[in-house]
């Protein structure tokens, strides 16, 4: 393992014509940011020394005096940043984290110029990544090799598709890949813990706290709690979500059993476009109903997008289980520019045209008892073992009719999704014509095989 560990991380670890190339670019906006009066300073993977070959973001906060207004904090952020690329001649947008801020892109950098309270009292969820950035800088003072073990996770975290805690992929977050290897002490051992983690694992880097049950308590319902040695009521692995930590153990479990160079950097699909005629056949042999509900939207930020996307989802998915459909497994689909598609696999769609609606005991109150054979009358309600039921119709006995009544409620979806006009229904056969190859590839992997 040894030797593939050190191939691995000569192959990740920047070069120097990269560092002179990012320290050009850095000098560049830190001069012009000096230049509006506000102190600019590095933070993330390329301050600590932790980023990896070509992945180049460069993130600059710019801090303000913590009596600032929000509102000002957020107009002078903007205002500078806009001026900064403007006079760079970079194309910039706004994002969002907390409060929005600029990003634009010169060559290969994302540059983002972010505003912050300069206080250690967190004002904005923001003003934690200066500490966060010392925290690991003065970590690796004393343990520089640990920057290796670092790069090594985070690169085994990308071939995992587990990194990133954006919504898109809610993952691990750089500073969490951080965090992990500086309380393990070493990539492997990183690995080997997480391989032995139970949902709801706790750990606290810096014995923040005196009772390790007290942290579960505090944050109760987590997936995994890593206590944020800067906040020790902050769980910085919040954004991780159940689907990608289980994909992170298993990764690391079969790593462990079987070192592979797959495991960073897994092998690019071969096959190319999937055939639509093959997945039509897979469609057809797996006896589901597929179902989705397209958006046609104007470009909205992708963590806001994939954010409201997965909210429309679960209001979905709750419709139809309250309605008695099952539903086998759903998943959300985008190409981040006006096309969303949420897809939905059914096990169960055509129901009869009655269903038993249970009502009070009959050691009830009697008033409660004469309120349900009252509204059931033309039921004729019966008592089944200790419980008044009755047979009554169904609002709906195919999941065709359902579809779109839930688009015309919009019930529980996003906001900006529940305000668009344009949401259809898509069968399965539509979905497949699609002349997108990353939502055919979607369709690849959700239609699996069956013997």
Request: proline share 5%; charged share 35%.
């Given at each position: ?32 940011l000096r230049k509006f ?248 042999a797996r006896g589901t ?95 089944r073992e200790d419980r ?64």
């Open positions: 393992m040894e030797k593939l560990l050190k191939e691995i991380l000569k192959e990740i670890t920047p070069t120097d014509q990269e560092r002179i190339e990012e320290d050009k670019v850095i000098d560049d906006v830190m001069k012009r009066a506000v102190q600019p300073i590095l933070v993330g993977s390329i301050a600590k020394g932790t980023d990896i070959r070509d992945s180049k973001d460069i993130d600059i906060f710019i801090m303000f005096h913590k009596d600032t207004t929000r509102e000002e904090l957020e107009k002078k952020g903007l205002d500078i940043g806009k001026k900064v690329f403007s006079d760079m001649k970079i194309p910039y947008e706004i994002d969002y984290a907390e409060h929005p801020y600029i990003c634009g892109v010169l060559g290969k950098h994302l540059i983002e110029i972010v505003p912050c309270y300069d206080t250690k009292e967190v004002k904005s969820a923001v003003d934690r990544t200066p500490y966060h950035t010392h925290y690991v800088k003065k970590k690796l003072a004393a343990e520089p090799k640990m920057r290796g073990d670092i790069r090594l996770l985070k690169q085994f975290m990308k071939g995992a598709g587990v990194y990133g805690a954006e919504e898109k992929v809610r993952g691990f977050s750089g500073y969490l890949a951080e965090l992990l290897t500086i309380n393990y002490g070493s990539f492997e051992n990183a690995l080997k813990a997480a391989s032995e983690w139970r949902l709801g694992a706790v750990l606290d880097p810096e014995s923040l706290w005196k009772d390790k049950d007290a942290i579960a308590y505090f944050f109760k319902g987590a997936d995994l709690v890593i206590v944020d040695p800067v906040d020790k009521d902050r769980n910085a692995a919040a954004a991780v979500s159940k689907q990608r930590l289980s994909e992170y153990i298993v990764a690391a479990r079969g790593f462990l059993n079987s070192p592979d160079k797959k495991y960073f950097f897994p092998e690019k699909d071969a096959k190319g476009i999937p055939d639509r005629k093959i997945l039509q056949k897979r469609m057809v109903k597929i179902l989705g509900l397209e958006f046609t939207h104007p470009k909205i930020n992708p963590n806001t997008l994939y954010s409201q996307l997965r909210k429309t989802q679960e209001a979905v998915k709750n419709t139809i289980q309250e309605q008695d459909f099952k539903l086998l497994k759903s998943d959300i689909w985008t190409d981040e520019e006006k096309k969303s598609l949420i897809i939905f696999e059914l096990e169960i769609y055509e129901l009869p045209r009655i269903r038993n609606h249970a009502g009070p005991p009959v050691y009830a109150a009697l008033k409660e008892q004469e309120k349900f054979l009252q509204k059931y009358r033309k039921y004729r309600p019966y008592i008044w039921v009755a047979d009554i119709e169904r609002g709906y006995t195919g999941i065709e009719r359902l579809f779109p009544e839930i688009i015309k409620n919009r019930s529980g979806f996003g906001k900006n999704l529940r305000e668009l006009k344009d949401a259809e229904t898509r069968t399965g056969e539509e979905i497949l014509k699609t002349k997108n190859t990353d939502l055919l590839k979607l369709m690849d992997g959700f239609l699996t095989p069956v013997q």
